[in-house]
């Protein structure tokens, strides 16, 4: 049994390495091919113009992006150059204004609508300067200034965006050139390279996780967690830490240098869906498998605890199902990507309004999606907290509790038990829920108003603040990154709107609780230390008081830690829920 | 203002400190020499085990202290001068009080074998003891007395790999506590996780190398074990040592009245080290358990603020764990059946799970259970201890007092079953209705 395990951590090793080291196997050369595939004829032609040596190998992706930007930049500052009205051009301009009465009939006297360049410079100019029309200036040197004020914002906004390469454009030309550009292993052997990595990693680990069931009785097996690098923020968990960082570093803001892993899923994203694989099909994929075999790890873990099995598998299940195959399934059938269960304001886009036009565009199906979404957050919500808790969503449906309760087991002693972290996950949790209700509503106000600003503020950029910063380095970047650092449940417990939602209604109107079990406790601590929330559970316990808290997920494993079956999670009458701390036992007091 | 002086910082101690502080503004002080924060004895084998880290067995945040006023000494009292009112300190100068309340727990038994100071051999109950076990781990060792401790000292050391042999003087493990049906599960589990277990075997000697480390045992009968540790867990005495030369009287413990009083009027007792003169009805006169050390300290914090309160512990109740069997028990279950008692034990199939309950036979009174494996809800069995309930009652109330977890497999229906078949006479109907994950899962 030892052999085997000792194997099985020896591929999975093996496994992980291949997979860490395809990171850096691709070469990258620029082909026509791929350049048509991405770009307009024009941009083709400016591209290939500037490319200094046709047909380089770049050995990395950081050398290949760095030389497409340097490019693009090219391409861009030429582009600026021909098509920014010159200093010459203007004074032609004040020259045929010579009333000093500003006319944009003048600039048929200086651009010849026959060429190409000089049109295209007319009509911008009408589109930026049209407001100057009919303006009188005093001077020469008053228009002179005031139509290069016009030059300069077409300068700034009038040609990179429709004929280079914006932010957006850039961006999205990096991964994709990139991506086409890659040669090497994972190209030419994709079902090999996709069986050393995944395959090796997922036998390694089922050997090393499966003979746990013959080696020990089933029961509470927190033996030597502190005495281990992986779970008490040793080396190996710091590594851990900081690679999985690092992924979700470049999964949210630069995934150009993950082609070699997104290339390697192509095969499965053709077969589920019939379309290749984009980072966050890699990311789901990745994210699934971490699921089933850690939830595997978790069922074997607590096989004595029925409860504990139970809601494995629902995670388990809703995030094969729900998350990741149903959505890519509808891909394939020509419906619009959607989760069944993911629930506004975890999924804080549902009402942008390229998602709902989305849906409404997709008929009877769109509109049930619309109404399904609305009637989760509106209805299942409070419904499900009153009679179960908020665990019926966090620890037994939600996809970022599925991971925290899996992938994250090892790690769920090292979430911060102090009273100042208490206090400051009040703050923050609850600081996001805001952010994330405002947010959606300048959302809302552009989608029906059609105005995109609010007392000054672009809704846009809000949306691009929440999902940048809470979306991507919250909930990702620190959610998981951190695991290893600061327990598994960091975003449920700091960032997560929805579990401040659904903690405020458990808090306050709800059946459930953790019940206190007399005066058997023993202060042991257990269930504060292994409580992933942060809870002091403890300190509740050795009061005789039940455990009334927002932020209670709900896993349960307080219970099954306690060595003295002092706690319960029950759904009873709300009577009696938020009891007064007394201990039984003491009858001292009684008369 | 009036200055409480705790000697003692453990539950009894702190939950005193803590009780006081509600009911009033005395300034309180706590002095021990273990430790300067309180921490759970309880949970010193998940320390050693790597479950927990230390800090984790202290259940206040160290700021709780100075917050709540209460100021903590660290430091050994080695005399009570009650005329002056003063303690001398081991390495402070001294502490005056008005009121005084001993709280000094136990120590482990060591019953004059010769050898028992030897290196290598030691108990497990301070800070210190597993400091010192944690300083060198042996390759293998002899555990002395099947009670909790030796129990516990066990698992701990089979975490390390250590090859244990467990020496119990009685018949069957922990007999004379438990019934022999329970006391058998656990010889049997004991064995199942490869211990060495000893039944009728008595430490007659302890034999040490050159450097006066531990190189064996001898036994009455005779018999030699190699080891190098020997864990004493053979029970707990109070900690009453230094206080041989006091004015303070003592028996075994420290002798106290109803309202924890020791002879003198300011100086109270509670917790292991005290020793009630007329002990509550059917109790003994030390009870060396958590519960009973936390209920003292409420209790005399309630007399020393002003408002003075007897010592009633109600029904009777413990718990403990077994490798992964938890144990609970409530009311009064003796390892012997009483005179004019009846019993009913439940085992299932698989060992992992049974029940025991007691009743009086001429009027059916429940008495007390021990339950393994399975979960009890302690408000339904106090309820049920405190107002008399008849064992049918109990036995149809089997649903209201589990405790597990929700989809834990339930057995009422097979326990009634069982109890239905043995006492035709009392045969009772389940009350209540399977849940509906009783009815899909069992």
């Given at each position: 049994?030892?052999?085997?395990?000792?194997?099985?951590?020896?591929?999975?090793?093996?496994?992980?390495?291949?997979?860490?080291?395809?990171?850096?196997?691709?070469?990258?050369?620029?082909?026509?091919?791929?350049?048509?595939?991405?770009?307009?004829?024009?941009?083709?032609?400016?591209?290939?113009?500037?490319?200094?040596?046709?047909?380089?190998?770049?050995?990395?992706?950081?050398?290949?992006?760095?030389?497409?930007?340097?490019?693009?930049?090219?391409?861009?500052?030429?582009?600026?150059?021909?098509?920014?009205?010159?200093?010459?051009?203007?004074?032609?301009?004040?020259?045929?204004?010579?009333?000093?009465?500003?006319?944009?009939?003048?600039?048929?006297?200086?651009?010849?609508?026959?060429?190409?360049?000089?049109?295209?410079?007319?009509?911008?100019?009408?589109?930026?300067?049209?407001?100057?029309?009919?303006?009188?200036?005093?001077?020469?040197?008053?228009?002179?200034?005031?139509?290069?004020?016009?030059?300069?914002?077409?300068?700034?906004?009038?040609?990179?965006?429709?004929?280079?390469?914006?932010?957006?454009?850039?961006?999205?030309?990096?991964?994709?050139?990139?991506?086409?550009?890659?040669?090497?292993?994972?190209?030419?052997?994709?079902?090999?390279?996709?069986?050393?990595?995944?395959?090796?990693?997922?036998?390694?680990?089922?050997?090393?996780?499966?003979?746990?069931?013959?080696?020990?009785?089933?029961?509470?097996?927190?033996?030597?967690?502190?005495?281990?690098?992986?779970?008490?923020?040793?080396?190996?968990?710091?590594?851990?830490?900081?690679?999985?960082?690092?992924?979700?570093?470049?999964?949210?803001?630069?995934?150009?240098?993950?082609?070699?892993?997104?290339?390697?899923?192509?095969?499965?994203?053709?077969?589920?869906?019939?379309?290749?694989?984009?980072?966050?099909?890699?990311?789901?994929?990745?994210?699934?498998?971490?699921?089933?075999?850690?939830?595997?790890?978790?069922?074997?873990?607590?096989?004595?605890?029925?409860?504990?099995?139970?809601?494995?598998?629902?995670?388990?299940?809703?995030?094969?199902?729900?998350?990741?195959?149903?959505?890519?399934?509808?891909?394939?059938?020509?419906?619009?990507?959607?989760?069944?269960?993911?629930?506004?304001?975890?999924?804080?886009?549902?009402?942008?309004?390229?998602?709902?036009?989305?849906?409404?565009?997709?008929?009877?199906?769109?509109?049930?999606?619309?109404?399904?979404?609305?009637?989760?957050?509106?209805?299942?919500?409070?419904?499900?907290?009153?009679?179960?808790?908020?665990?019926?969503?966090?620890?037994?449906?939600?996809?970022?509790?599925?991971?925290?309760?899996?992938?994250?087991?090892?790690?769920?002693?090292?979430?911060?038990?102090?009273?100042?972290?208490?206090?400051?996950?009040?703050?923050?949790?609850?600081?996001?829920?805001?952010?994330?209700?405002?947010?959606?509503?300048?959302?809302?106000?552009?989608?029906?108003?059609?105005?995109?600003?609010?007392?000054?503020?672009?809704?846009?950029?809000?949306?691009?603040?929440?999902?940048?910063?809470?979306?991507?380095?919250?909930?990702?970047?620190?959610?998981?990154?951190?695991?290893?650092?600061?327990?598994?449940?960091?975003?449920?417990?700091?960032?997560?709107?929805?579990?401040?939602?659904?903690?405020?209604?458990?808090?306050?109107?709800?059946?459930?609780?953790?019940?206190?079990?007399?005066?058997?406790?023993?202060?042991?601590?257990?269930?504060?230390?292994?409580?992933?929330?942060?809870?002091?559970?403890?300190?509740?316990?050795?009061?005789?008081?039940?455990?009334?808290?927002?932020?209670?997920?709900?896993?349960?494993?307080?219970?099954?830690?306690?060595?003295?079956?002092?706690?319960?999670?029950?759904?009873?009458?709300?009577?009696?829920?938020?009891?007064?701390?007394?201990?039984?036992?003491?009858?001292?007091?009684?008369? | 203002?009036?200055?409480?002086?705790?000697?003692?910082?453990?539950?009894?101690?702190?939950?005193?400190?803590?009780?006081?502080?509600?009911?009033?503004?005395?300034?309180?002080?706590?002095?021990?020499?273990?430790?300067?924060?309180?921490?759970?004895?309880?949970?010193?084998?998940?320390?050693?085990?790597?479950?927990?880290?230390?800090?984790?067995?202290?259940?206040?945040?160290?700021?709780?202290?100075?917050?709540?006023?209460?100021?903590?000494?660290?430091?050994?009292?080695?005399?009570?001068?009650?005329?002056?009112?003063?303690?001398?300190?081991?390495?402070?100068?001294?502490?005056?009080?008005?009121?005084?309340?001993?709280?000094?727990?136990?120590?482990?038994?060591?019953?004059?074998?010769?050898?028992?100071?030897?290196?290598?051999?030691?108990?497990?109950?301070?800070?210190?003891?597993?400091?010192?076990?944690?300083?060198?781990?042996?390759?293998?060792?002899?555990?002395?007395?099947?009670?909790?401790?030796?129990?516990?000292?066990?698992?701990?050391?089979?975490?390390?790999?250590?090859?244990?042999?467990?020496?119990?003087?009685?018949?069957?493990?922990?007999?004379?506590?438990?019934?022999?049906?329970?006391?058998?599960?656990?010889?049997?589990?004991?064995?199942?996780?490869?211990?060495?277990?000893?039944?009728?075997?008595?430490?007659?000697?302890?034999?040490a190398d050159s450097e006066g480390w531990v190189q064996s045992i001898e036994t009455v009968?005779?018999?030699?074990?190699?080891?190098?540790?020997?864990?004493?867990?053979?029970?707990?005495?109070?900690?009453?040592g230094w206080l041989k030369d006091s004015d303070v009287e003592s028996n075994r413990g420290?002798?106290?009245?109803?309202?924890?009083?020791?002879?003198?009027?300011?100086?109270?007792?509670?917790?292991?080290?005290?020793?009630?003169?007329?002990?509550?009805?059917?109790?003994?006169?030390?009870?060396?358990?958590?519960?009973?050390?936390?209920?003292?300290?409420?209790?005399?914090?309630?007399?020393?603020?002003?408002?003075?309160?007897?010592?009633?512990?109600?029904?009777?109740?413990?718990?403990?764990?077994?490798?992964?069997?938890?144990?609970?028990?409530?009311?009064?279950?003796?390892?012997?059946?009483?005179?004019?008692?009846?019993?009913?034990?439940?085992?299932?199939?698989?060992?992992?799970?049974?029940?025991?309950?007691?009743?009086?036979?001429?009027?059916?009174?429940?008495?007390?259970?021990?339950?393994?494996?399975?979960?009890?809800?302690?408000?339904?069995?106090?309820?049920?201890?405190?107002?008399?309930?008849?064992?049918?009652?109990?036995?149809?109330?089997?649903?209201?007092?589990?405790?597990?977890?929700?989809?834990?497999?339930?057995?009422?229906?097979?326990?009634?079953?069982?109890?239905?078949?043995?006492?035709?006479?009392?045969?009772?109907?389940?009350?209540?209705?399977?849940?509906?994950?009783?009815?899909?899962?069992?």
């Amino acid at each position: 049994m030892k052999i085997l395990r000792t194997i099985g951590l020896l591929l999975f090793i093996i496994g992980f390495g291949i997979f860490s080291g395809i990171f850096f196997s691709n070469e990258y050369v620029l082909s026509k091919e791929g350049l048509a595939q991405h770009l307009t004829e024009k941009q083709q032609l400016l591209f290939e113009e500037k490319q200094l040596e046709h047909g380089k190998i770049y050995s990395n992706s950081f050398a290949f992006t760095k030389f497409l930007q340097s490019v693009m930049e090219q391409v861009n500052n030429s582009l600026l150059q021909d098509l920014t009205p010159t200093e010459q051009e203007i004074n032609s301009i004040v020259q045929h204004n010579q009333g000093l009465t500003f006319s944009l009939a003048s600039l048929d006297q200086v651009y010849n609508d026959s060429v190409e360049s000089e049109a295209f410079k007319k009509s911008n100019f009408i589109s930026y300067g049209n407001w100057l029309e009919g303006r009188a200036f005093n001077n020469e040197q008053e228009m002179q200034e005031a139509l290069q004020g016009v030059a300069n914002n077409i300068a700034q906004y009038g040609i990179v965006s429709s004929k280079g390469f914006d932010q957006y454009k850039s961006k999205y030309l990096l991964y994709a050139l990139t991506k086409t550009s890659a040669q090497g292993p994972v190209k030419d052997y994709p079902y090999w390279m996709l069986f050393l990595t995944f395959g090796l990693s997922i036998i390694g680990a089922s050997l090393y996780i499966l003979p746990k069931t013959s080696m020990e009785p089933p029961g509470i097996k927190n033996n030597g967690i502190y005495h281990n690098a992986m779970s008490n923020k040793g080396w190996l968990g710091i590594l851990t830490g900081s690679y999985l960082i690092l992924f979700y570093v470049f999964l949210y803001f630069y995934k150009e240098h993950m082609t070699s892993w997104i290339l390697m899923v192509d095969p499965i994203s053709m077969f589920l869906k019939g379309q290749p694989a984009g980072e966050f099909f890699l990311y789901g994929f990745l994210y699934t498998l971490c699921i089933l075999v850690m939830g595997v790890r978790m069922i074997i873990k607590y096989r004595h605890s029925r409860y504990q099995v139970a809601r494995t598998i629902s995670v388990m299940f809703f995030q094969t199902a729900f998350a990741f195959l149903i959505p890519e399934i509808l891909i394939r059938l020509n419906q619009p990507y959607y989760d069944f269960k993911n629930i506004w304001p975890l999924d804080y886009d549902f009402f942008f309004d390229n998602e709902l036009n989305t849906l409404i565009a997709n008929g009877n199906l769109g509109l049930f999606m619309i109404g399904w979404g609305l009637a989760l957050t509106i209805v299942a919500v409070p419904v499900g907290v009153y009679f179960f808790g908020k665990r019926w969503y966090c620890s037994w449906v939600c996809g970022c509790g599925g991971l925290a309760e899996t992938l994250g087991d090892p790690y769920r002693q090292l979430s911060d038990k102090s009273v100042k972290a208490w206090k400051f996950e009040r703050i923050s949790i609850h600081s996001v829920l805001v952010f994330a209700i405002v947010m959606t509503a300048g959302v809302l106000y552009t989608y029906f108003t059609g105005s995109a600003e609010v007392v000054g503020i672009s809704t846009y950029k809000i949306r691009e603040w929440y999902g940048a910063g809470i979306g991507a380095a919250f909930a990702g970047v620190v959610g998981t990154g951190f695991y290893p650092l600061m327990g598994n449940r960091v975003w449920c417990r700091f960032g997560c709107p929805l579990a401040a939602y659904l903690g405020l209604i458990q808090r306050f109107k709800s059946r459930f609780r953790i019940t206190t079990n007399g005066g058997q406790c023993i202060s042991c601590g257990n269930c504060s230390t292994y409580c992933e929330m942060g809870i002091d559970v403890r300190w509740y316990a050795q009061r005789g008081q039940n455990i009334v808290r927002s932020s209670c997920v709900g896993c349960g494993v307080c219970s099954s830690v306690c060595p003295r079956g002092v706690l319960n999670l029950e759904v009873k009458d709300e009577k009696g829920r938020l009891n007064q701390p007394s201990l039984l036992g003491n009858d001292s007091f009684k008369n | 203002m009036k200055h409480i002086v705790i000697v003692g910082n453990g539950v009894a101690g702190i939950t005193a400190a803590r009780h006081i502080r509600k009911r009033s503004a005395y300034k309180i002080t706590v002095i021990s020499a273990e430790t300067k924060y309180f921490f759970s004895r309880t949970a010193l084998m998940y320390v050693y085990m790597g479950h927990m880290k230390f800090e984790h067995t202290q259940p206040y945040e160290n700021n709780f202290w100075e917050k709540n006023n209460i100021d903590l000494i660290q430091d050994l009292v080695i005399k009570i001068d009650n005329n002056k009112k003063t303690l001398t300190l081991q390495n402070n100068d001294s502490v005056v009080y008005d009121d005084l309340i001993l709280a000094t727990g136990s120590v482990p038994n060591k019953f004059g074998w010769p050898g028992q100071d030897l290196q290598g051999v030691q108990g497990l109950y301070s800070y210190q003891d597993l400091q010192k076990l944690e300083e060198k781990t042996p390759t293998k060792a002899v555990i002395v007395g099947g009670g909790l401790i030796g129990i516990e000292l066990a698992e701990m050391l089979l975490y390390k790999k250590v090859e244990v042999t467990l020496l119990v003087r009685e018949k069957s493990f922990w007999s004379n506590v438990l019934p022999s049906q329970e006391s058998a599960l656990i010889n049997q589990l004991i064995q199942k996780h490869h211990i060495d277990l000893k039944l009728e075997s008595e430490l007659k000697c302890i034999h040490a190398d050159s450097e006066g480390w531990v190189q064996s045992i001898e036994t009455v009968d005779g018999t030699n074990i190699p080891c190098d540790f020997v864990g004493l867990t053979a029970g707990v005495s109070p900690n009453i040592g230094w206080l041989k030369d006091s004015d303070v009287e003592s028996n075994r413990g420290i002798l106290v009245d109803p309202y924890l009083r020791s002879n003198m009027a300011n100086i109270y007792a509670i917790g292991d080290c005290a020793e009630h003169r007329t002990p509550p009805p059917n109790r003994r006169p030390i009870e060396q358990v958590w519960y009973t050390g936390r209920m003292m300290g409420e209790t005399v914090a309630a007399t020393i603020t002003g408002n003075p309160t007897t010592y009633q512990p109600g029904p009777w109740f413990n718990s403990a764990k077994f490798f992964d069997l938890e144990y609970q028990t409530y009311g009064v279950v003796s390892n012997v059946l009483q005179a004019g008692q009846k019993e009913f034990y439940w085992e299932h199939e698989s060992g992992n799970f049974c029940m025991h309950f007691i009743w009086n036979s001429a009027d059916n009174k429940f008495v007390g259970v021990n339950s393994f494996g399975i979960r009890l809800r302690h408000e339904v069995l106090d309820q049920w201890l405190q107002k008399g309930a008849r064992i049918m009652e109990v036995m149809e109330g089997l649903r209201a007092a589990n405790f597990d977890p929700e989809f834990f497999k339930r057995h009422e229906e097979s326990i009634v079953m069982a109890f239905n078949a043995e006492n035709q006479n009392l045969a009772v109907k389940l009350n209540g209705k399977k849940s509906l994950i009783e009815k899909i899962f069992g």
